[in-house]
């Protein structure tokens, strides 16, 4: 599999299918494992958000995993939908993110799962980033703050290490 594009009701099924709950349209992934999240704030950056975006990208060991995004458009000036929209014709896919907000990514396609998730933080689009296993989970809000959550403890160190080194750690 390379980028597989979910609809909602998809989304959701995948979720399931994993064990993470679903809650009125969005996924409720941070409890499962009772770990306290590490918060961090957004920066306003682009060159910052994209290096955040990068450091919280689950590695290809992490298996398949689900980016969706929940909410968008809330900051109609920072962002520009064509460049999304072209992003996934380039992937193969014709819906809108209106459509098809999510995708699944396999562990082949780390660069285009990246370029998607990228370009949800630069926007500032509330994005989850599941993992199958629901190991490694990260939350991004249109609120330029975010949480993520880490099972292993020596990637949650290190996540923890470089939030607090870009001066967005928030807990």
């Not at 494992?33 to 290809?60: K, Q, V």
């Not at 209106?98 to 780390?110: H, K, R, T, W, Y």
Request: aromatic share 10%; glycine share 6%; net charge negative.
């Amino acid at each position: 599999m390379s980028v597989k594009f979910l609809t909602r009701v998809e989304a959701e099924s995948w979720c399931l299918k994993n064990g993470i709950q679903v809650v009125s349209g969005k996924p409720k992934p941070l409890e499962a494992h009772r770990i306290a999240p590490l918060g961090f704030s957004i920066p306003e950056d682009a060159g910052a958000r994209t290096s955040l975006a990068r450091m919280l990208y689950p590695n290809a060991e992490d298996g398949d995993l689900l980016i969706w995004t929940t909410d968008w458009s809330v900051w109609p000036s920072g962002e520009h939908l064509p460049l999304m929209r072209r992003l996934r014709e380039a992937l193969g896919e014709e819906r809108t993110v209106f459509d098809a907000p999510a995708q699944l990514v396999g562990s082949e396609s780390i660069d285009d799962g990246l370029s998607l998730l990228v370009l949800n933080v630069l926007f500032l689009w509330d994005c989850w980033v599941i993992c199958s296993e629901g190991e490694y989970v990260a939350f991004f809000s249109h609120d330029e703050w975010g949480e993520v959550c880490i099972v292993q403890e020596s990637r949650r160190s290190a996540a923890k290490d470089f939030l607090k080194k870009m001066d967005v750690f928030a807990y």
